[in-house]
């Protein structure tokens, strides 16, 4: 049963869940960051956001990007020079984690749906020409945007909501868990540089980063619960 009023045009083309699909939701986001195999694609998603936030903030400040790398296994690389490194290494998983949510929240815009995956498939396109040089890269970049305008096959929105919020919590959910995999890497990772530079303790980052992730996992939450008339 749905509590939409049918009158309202505003109610119809809202792509909002109700608090109960947002539970299911959360809860096939976790299944799927956890299952074998199939959640390697959706790791490429979180490392690709995580290092396209490394280059945006070498970017805004004042550095120059060479290019990214991407692995099989999840992990990514961007070399870049110049910029303020304190900033760059800072940004990574920050910017996966407000990725995650902003990936969300455009969900939630059900006549803008298509519109939303176009741009997000164009803006993966668009790195491939400019920061991806190996074949791997380009491999897994064409994947991810492949992945991307699948779903604008359905001829129905809602599903496609459906779907783009769940990718938007499952970058959420890997930007929560990848920080944690720093504290088995000596000498290794955005944490250890931060603390080199700035006599900050590595936990101390990992724990500002989960933080974050919580948060944007949150702010999801009360999208959700302070909406009336959500579609169920």
């Not at 049963?1 to 109960?20: C, K």
């Not at 290494?89 to 176009?118: K, Q």
């Not at 000498?187 to 006599?199: C, N, P, S």
Request: with cysteine; hydrophobic share 55%; aromatic share 12%.
């Amino acid at each position: 049963m749905s509590n939409v009023n049918r009158n309202n045009p505003l109610a119809l083309s809202s792509g909002t869940p109700s608090r109960g699909r947002f539970i299911v939701e959360l809860i096939v986001a976790f299944l799927l960051t956890r299952l074998p195999y199939i959640s390697v694609p959706f790791k490429w998603f979180e490392s690709y956001f995580h290092e396209l936030s490394h280059g945006i903030a070498t970017l805004f400040t004042g550095g120059i990007v060479s290019h990214i790398e991407l692995f099989p296994n999840g992990a990514g690389l961007c070399y870049s020079q110049g910029g303020n490194a304190v900033l760059i290494a800072f940004s990574g998983y920050l910017g996966a984690a407000i990725w995650g949510y902003l990936i969300f929240l455009l969900a939630t815009w059900r006549d803008a749906i298509r519109f939303t995956l176009s741009i997000l498939a164009l803006t993966i396109l668009i790195s491939v020409v400019l920061w991806a040089r190996d074949l791997l890269t380009i491999a897994i970049l064409l994947c991810l945007s492949g992945l991307i305008l699948l779903p604008l096959k359905l001829t129905n929105s809602r599903p496609l909501n459906s779907l783009l919020r769940i990718l938007g919590l499952m970058i959420i959910l890997n930007a929560m868990a990848s920080p944690m995999v720093l504290f088995g890497l000596a000498g290794q990772g955005d944490a250890v540089a931060l603390a080199q530079m700035t006599w900050i303790p590595a936990w101390c980052w990992v724990v500002i980063w989960l933080a974050v992730s919580c948060g944007m996992l949150w702010l999801s939450w009360q999208k959700v619960d302070s909406t009336k008339g959500s579609i169920k």
